[in-house]
């Protein structure tokens, strides 16, 4: 019979002190783009200290900067000056150069043992420095300071929110002769400095964060049955939420973050229902014989965006969070669209398409219902709109092993995410880092 | 003792001609398990019934209790197979599912577990669905056969614990499939 001896390692680490793991990941940029922004990283200089591997905040920012999609990756063997401070720019030569901006700085050891990180970013058409920032930072802290970096320079080019010093969260899976290892993982956004909250030997799925980025939602398989838990990841404290009989699935937290929809088939069918956190209280709001699955909410928490069958194949519906509300039909090409994803303005749904034997993510425009295939497959899956709207981080297959990659809305960016070891799935990215 | 055995082939008519004790497929409905269940356990310690032996690549068909265990049995098959997206169990796996259910209604202390899987394509919490779906498609023909529903449990892993890692058009039938688990 079923053996109920799981071995469950729930993690309580406390993730502001999270120890510098080494880097696992390889960011491979598998695809050119037209149209960026030039923009030029000088290395930052250091000064009383040698330059920290795991804390090497330019490269950290260029990185960022160029997994965004928005900037133009100058090489640092390209550059033709490298200047740390306002006066020293040659605005004339950069502009022939064709640069936009220059991000520049120094990382100061102080002699209380703390980094001093000093950035500016250049606008070279402008002629003058347009952002200034001086960070104070231990080792520990250094490639956080690097993402807020991004974050500033990401906002003030672009207007829009930026999402680099969060976190990601993600499943790995280790195959051996006597079964399999799943590991609920949290990493900053670029992969480095992964934590285990949660390692099993039965499955793992569906991690997503809630809107503070305190918490994740997930789906264990440790007490023999599909469970639905919420993980505080700065406590460790973790409640379980639905353990109905049939499936428990698909947690997708409110946009004010005091419900949960879910996936439940206690009365027959895969339904959606919504969980209040605080009073317990389930709200059923599809009704049909056909699976319903994968709800997501919109931004205005007014309608849930979810997979339903009802056609006959897997399409996304929209329909309201309210009683007796009517279903409606989002996509119409190809036969089988599922997994949406919303961005964090409402603008557009990511998803997966499956065409034949191959699945790719495509992106839909809810203002216009225009449709648009992004990536390549034949695997490609769990579409997760980063937070600043502007890219999508889904699970694929390279060389049958599972990795994550990033695409940008338009397409025209590509990168892998390839981590040392294992199989790597369901990216989630925080919206804020709590 | 005695063992009921049947040829497959002939375990229609064999099964008519001794109609106080097994019931034809169409013949079994739920009450009728409920009501003659001791007695059908009864017939077959009594068994007063017929020996039989495998025809050539044939497989025994015995619904005595520990009969899922013998490799000669049918019953030691407990694997079904799906086409793609479909739910459906396909006619060369329906004759092995009402087997399961006939034993699981001789057998009212036996109980099973139907894993539901899926491939690898697709979304992961849809296959999820999917695969309880096909465990649930299981559990209904079971029932239809006498089993109870208190006998059966479901779970389903969707794509979550493959057999076969192939990734070709091969692999992946085998990994959509119903598990049963006594």
């Given amino acids: 019979m079923i053996n109920m001896i799981k071995k469950i390692i729930v993690g309580l680490f406390c993730l502001s002190f999270a120890s510098m793991a080494q880097a696992v990941l390889k960011i491979d940029i598998t695809e050119g783009f037209e149209g960026a922004l030039p923009i030029a990283v000088i290395p930052f200089k250091w000064i009383g200290a040698a330059k920290e591997i795991n804390g090497d905040v330019s490269s950290i920012v260029l990185s960022d900067l160029a997994r965004s999609g928005k900037y133009l990756h100058v090489d640092e063997n390209d550059l033709i000056d490298m200047p740390h401070d306002s006066p020293d720019v040659q605005y004339r030569s950069w502009r022939s150069a064709g640069m936009d901006y220059i991000v520049s700085g120094s990382v100061t050891l102080k002699t209380d043992g703390k980094y001093q990180v000093d950035f500016r970013l250049i606008a070279i058409l402008k002629g003058k420095q347009v952002l200034g920032y001086s960070f104070s930072a231990t080792s520990e802290t250094l490639s956080n300071v690097a993402h807020q970096i991004s974050d500033y320079v990401f906002t003030h080019i672009t207007g829009l929110p930026g999402a680099f010093n969060t976190r990601i969260a993600y499943v790995t899976v280790q195959r051996s002769k006597t079964g399999s290892t799943s590991r609920l993982q949290v990493s900053d956004t670029d992969g480095y400095n992964p934590q285990t909250l949660l390692t099993s030997d039965e499955p793992i799925m569906s991690p997503a964060w809630s809107p503070d980025g305190s918490q994740l939602a997930y789906v264990s398989f440790e007490g ?211 | 003792m005695k063992k009921i055995i049947f040829l497959t082939l002939l375990a229609l008519s064999i099964a008519a001609c001794d109609g106080d004790r097994i019931k034809p497929d169409s013949g079994i409905t739920e009450s009728d398990v409920e009501n003659n269940g001791g007695a059908m356990a009864g017939g077959l310690d009594d068994g007063a019934g017929m020996d039989g032996a495998a025809l050539d690549g044939g497989k025994l068909v015995s619904y005595e209790e520990g009969a899922i265990n013998d490799p000669e049995n049918v019953l030691s098959e407990k694997l079904v197979y799906f086409a793609f997206d479909s739910n459906a169990v396909g006619d060369d796996y329906v004759e092995l599912v009402k087997h399961h259910g006939k034993y699981l209604s001789f057998n009212v202390n036996a109980s099973v577990r139907l894993e539901g899987h899926a491939d690898e394509r697709g979304s992961r919490e849809y296959n999820v669905a999917l695969a309880e779906r096909r465990a649930q498609s299981v559990k209904q023909l079971m029932i239809y056969e006498g089993a109870t529903d208190a006998q059966i449990s479901v779970i389903s892993y969707g794509e979550e614990k493959p057999v076969a890692f192939g990734g070709d058009e091969e692999s992946m039938s085998l990994n959509r499939r119903v598990e049963i688990v006594y």
């Avoid at chain 1, 959606?272 to 049909?288: E, F, M, S, V």
């Fill in chain 1, 224 to 434: 023999g049955q599909a469970e639905i838990f919420t993980h505080n990841v700065r406590s460790g404290v973790r409640k379980s939420r639905a353990k109905y009989k049939g499936l428990n699935g698909s947690p997708a937290w409110s946009p004010d973050g005091k419900q949960l929809a879910m996936t439940l088939s206690k009365d027959g069918n895969p339904d959606i229902y919504t969980l209040n956190l605080a009073t317990n209280q389930l709200q059923r709001i599809t009704d049909h014989w056909a699976i319903d699955t994968e709800a997501v909410w919109t931004p205005d928490a007014k309608a849930i965006i979810y997979t339903s069958s009802r056609s006959g194949k897997p399409q996304l519906y929209k329909q309201d969070v309210a009683a007796n509300s009517r279903p409606e039909r989002l996509t119409f090409e190809g036969a089988y669209n599922a997994s949406a994803s919303i961005s964090a303005d409402g603008k557009h749904i990511a998803y997966v398409n499956g065409e034949g034997n191959v699945y790719r993510i495509a992106v839909l425009e809810l203002a216009t219902r225009s449709s648009k295939i992004l990536t390549d497959g034949p695997l490609d899956e769990s579409p997760d709109f980063a937070p600043n709207n502007s890219m999508i981080l889904f699970a694929s297959q390279n060389n049958r092993k599972a990795v994550l990659s990033a695409v940008s809305v338009d397409g025209r960016q590509k990168q892998r995410l390839e981590f040392s070891d294992g199989e790597v799935r369901e990216p989630s990215w925080a919206a804020a880092r709590h």
